[in-house]
C-alpha cells in the first residue's frame, strides 16, 4: 500500500507531462463525476471478462498474473452501493483511470501478439473507450488539489499570494473553523401554512447574513425520482473559466449536471419544499440544477448574483438571485463540504438536507459576504440539487428596506 507521499510523487510527476495538453470541454469526462467513474468501473469489467476468456482459451500465465492483480482491487464489489463507494475515494478512483489509461495501451499491444485480427475487434472497441490523456490530467489535478486544500500532509504553509478568503476557504475545508455561539435548533411552524401541521427541522448556521439547514427536508423516494429524471435528460459537463496573470483562460470541470426543466411531479414537491422553507414564491422559476461531483472536484469561492455587466435571458423578467437553496442527496464521507470563506462557516453535506442563504440585502443590493466554495469530495459521491430565488416574483412577499 502506497503512501501519501509516494501518491504526491506519482501525482507530481505524471502532472509535469500532462500540463501540456489541448482541452477539450465537451467531452464527457470519467474524473468529472462518480457517475462517470461508474461507467468506468463497468467498462473495465467487460475488458477483464473479455482478457479471462483469453488467458483461458491460450493458458497464458502472464496474463492471468496481470488479471489477478486487477481483481485484488475488485474484490468483494458486487452490489452497486460497494462498487460507488469504491470509485467516489479518491486514490481509487486514481489508480482507475491511471490503470485504464496507461495499461490498457500496453496490454492491446500484447495481445496482438497471441490473437488474430477478427479476436482483436472486441478488445479494441473496448480499448478505444478508455480515457483520454486531458481525463488523466483531469484526474492528476484532482488529486494535487485534493491534497493543497485538505493539507493532507498536514503542512500548513501557503504560497504567500493567496487571498484572505483563499486561506479561510483552506481551513474551512479542513474542518478548522470554530464553531459559532448563540445559534440555536428549532421546529420552523411559521414560515407557510403547512407547517403549523408539519414543522420542519430548522438549524441556524449563521444570522447575519442569515444561513439555514432544514433537516430531512428531501426524502429517499424523492432522490430516487430525481436519478429516473435525470437518465432522460442531457447531462454536460460543469465548468468554472479562470484568468491568471500573465495566463490564457483555463477552463476546469467540476462535474455532470443536468438541468431538469419538465413538470413533475418530482419538481412540484422540490418546488413546494422551498416555498415552506423559504416562504418566496417560485412561479415562473423552472429549472433545477442536478450535480454530481467526482473525487477530488471543488467549485473555488464564487458568488450567485449576477455580475455586473452579465445579463442572461430570464433576468429582466425573473431578476436578480436574491437566495440560494441547495438539497444534499447523498452522504459524503470525507471533504465536500459548502464554504462561507467570508464568514468563518462550513456546512458539512447530510443527506436529506436544505441549505438556504440570502445573496442580497434586503435593499436588493449584493451581499459579498455570500461568496461560497464547494470543498473537494475525498470520499463519497457528492449529490446536489440546487434552485435560486429570483427577486421579481417576490415584489410582494419580500419588502424592500433601505440599509442603515
Not at 452490489?79 to 483511470?97: C, D, G, K, M
Not at 479494441?124 to 485534493?146: F, G, H, T, W, Y
Not at 435560486?388 to 428596506?401: E, G, I, T
Request: proline share 4%; hydrophobic share 35%; net charge positive.
Amino acid at each position: 500500500m502506497k503512501s501519501l507521499r509516494e501518491w504526491q510523487f506519482i501525482v507530481l510527476s505524471i502532472l509535469a507531462i500532462a500540463k501540456a495538453l489541448d482541452y477539450d470541454e465537451r467531452k464527457e469526462r470519467y474524473s468529472s463525476s462518480v457517475l462517470g467513474l461508474m461507467k468506468l468501473y463497468e467498462l473495465e469489467q467487460q475488458y477483464i471478462k473479455t482478457l479471462q476468456v483469453y488467458a483461458v482459451e491460450r493458458n497464458n500465465s502472464i496474463l492471468t498474473k496481470y488479471l489477478s492483480s486487477i481483481e485484488l482491487n475488485n474484490v468483494n464489489k458486487k452490489s452497486y452501493r460497494e462498487r460507488e463507494e469504491h470509485v467516489s475515494n479518491i486514490l481509487n478512483a486514481f489508480t482507475l483511470i491511471r490503470r485504464t489509461h496507461q495499461d490498457w495501451p500496453k496490454w492491446q499491444k500484447f495481445m496482438k501478439t497471441i490473437l488474430n485480427a477478427s479476436e482483436m475487434v472486441k478488445l479494441n472497441a473496448i480499448v478505444s473507450q478508455a480515457p483520454d490523456k486531458q481525463d488523466m490530467k483531469e484526474m492528476l489535478e484532482n488529486m494535487q488539489r485534493a491534497e493543497k486544500i485538505n493539507n493532507l500532509h498536514a503542512i500548513d504553509k501557503f504560497d504567500g499570494n493567496l487571498s484572505k478568503e483563499m486561506t479561510s476557504y483552506h481551513l474551512g475545508c479542513r474542518g478548522l473553523f470554530l464553531p459559532p455561539g448563540k445559534l440555536v435548533c428549532r421546529y420552523n411552524f411559521t414560515t407557510s401554512p403547512f407547517l403549523r401541521l408539519a414543522p420542519l427541522k430548522q438549524e441556524e448556521i449563521n444570522l447575519d447574513p442569515y444561513i439555514v439547514v432544514y433537516h430531512d427536508v428531501l426524502h429517499d423516494r424523492e432522490i430516487a425520482q430525481m436519478k429516473e429524471e435525470m437518465a432522460n435528460a442531457h447531462i454536460s459537463n460543469a465548468w468554472i473559466e479562470e484568468r491568471k496573470a500573465n495566463q490564457s483562460q483555463m477552463r476546469q470541470v467540476i462535474g455532470r449536471v443536468s438541468w431538469l426543466t419538465d413538470s413533475s411531479n418530482f419538481m412540484d414537491s422540490v418546488n413546494q419544499r422551498i416555498m415552506d422553507m423559504t416562504g418566496f414564491s417560485m412561479k415562473g422559476i423552472e429549472s433545477l440544477q442536478v450535480c454530481n461531483y467526482g473525487p477530488g472536484c471543488n467549485f473555488k469561492p464564487h458568488y450567485d448574483y449576477m455580475a455586473e455587466g452579465y445579463e442572461p435571458p430570464n433576468i429582466l423578467t425573473l431578476g436578480d438571485r436574491l437566495a440560494s437553496v441547495i438539497f444534499y442527496a447523498s452522504e459524503v464521507h470525507l471533504g465536500g463540504a459548502t464554504v462561507f470563506p467570508r464568514l468563518d462557516v462550513a456546512i458539512t453535506p447530510k443527506k436529506g438536507a436544505g441549505l438556504v442563504w440570502y445573496n442580497t440585502y434586503d435593499d436588493s443590493t449584493h451581499d459579498q459576504r455570500s461568496q461560497h466554495a464547494v470543498c473537494p469530495t475525498l470520499m463519497g459521491s457528492r449529490w446536489t440539487l440546487t434552485k435560486w430565488v429570483h427577486l421579481s416574483p417576490q415584489m410582494f412577499l419580500k419588502p424592500c428596506r433601505p440599509r442603515k
